[in-house]
């Protein structure tokens, strides 16, 4: 089993330009989930999926904040248009059921 | 809602002892799951230990092992014989077992280990 698979692993962009990552979840976890860290405010849930339907998205900061799960086996999270303040490592985690949870390598995220 | 905390941002061990790192949560629920993970400076998150809050007995993980306190909501991370390689970031974290709830971790802020030669 290869993991929760995220790309790209670094990302530099300027202010303003569309930014889209992705995460490959491992086979048979029917649960998803995109988390933001910073040094500010530390590891902060975005959004939840349960059988590629998001659940809650209420931890999105904002409206140029998007995310799809299209199928099982992928998701992405999109930023448009990205800005300086969304500079921070962003986690893809899943879960086949409530104790079980594995974390991608994570993207860090430059805005300039 | 519930909240986890993590008292000490930094701590320090010399290699081969011991150390304590603290963790202390609020739930109104009974039912729930408590997590340690470890971030290195590879960034990657790794499960070190995973307690089911209605199991008395505590988890253990070769020299990793916690202290659950269920009535004074506290769950600590106990290293023993400590080793280089275990400087990192410690997150403790938090998930509800209840089917209705949201199931995410809600995660402290860290602590972040250093290890002395």
């Known amino acids: 089993d290869a993991g929760v698979i995220q790309s790209p692993r670094h990302e530099v962009t300027e202010m303003g330009q569309e930014v889209t990552l992705r995460c490959k979840p491992i086979s048979g976890h029917n649960s998803l989930f995109w988390y933001r860290q910073t040094m500010m405010r530390g590891l902060e849930l975005l959004i939840y999926f349960n059988n590629n339907v998001p659940i809650d998205d209420s931890g999105m900061p904002e409206d140029r904040f998007s995310a799809k799960m299209p199928n099982a086996s992928f998701s992405t999270l999109k930023i448009q248009p990205s800005e300086p303040r969304d500079s921070a490592v962003y986690f893809c985690?899943?879960?086949?059921?409530?104790?079980?949870?594995?974390f991608g390598s994570g993207t860090r995220l430059t805005v300039v | 809602a519930q909240t986890v905390t993590q008292s000490q941002p930094e701590m320090s061990v010399q290699e081969a002892e011991t150390v304590t790192l603290s963790c202390t949560y609020d739930?109104?629920?009974?039912?729930?799951?408590l997590f340690w993970y470890k971030q290195p400076p590879s960034r990657q998150m790794i499960l070190v230990i995973r307690q089911e809050a209605y199991k008395q007995q505590n988890a253990t993980e070769n020299r990793f092992s916690v202290n659950f306190q269920k009535a004074a909501k506290s769950f600590s991370l106990k290293i023993s014989d400590s080793q280089l390689g275990d400087a990192a970031m410690y997150f403790c974290a938090y998930r509800s077992a209840f089917w209705g709830s949201q199931g995410n971790l809600i995660f402290g802020k860290g602590t972040k280990l250093s290890v002395k030669p």
């Open positions: 985690a899943s879960s086949p059921t409530r104790a079980g949870y594995t």
């Open positions: 739930t109104s629920e009974s039912d729930y799951y």
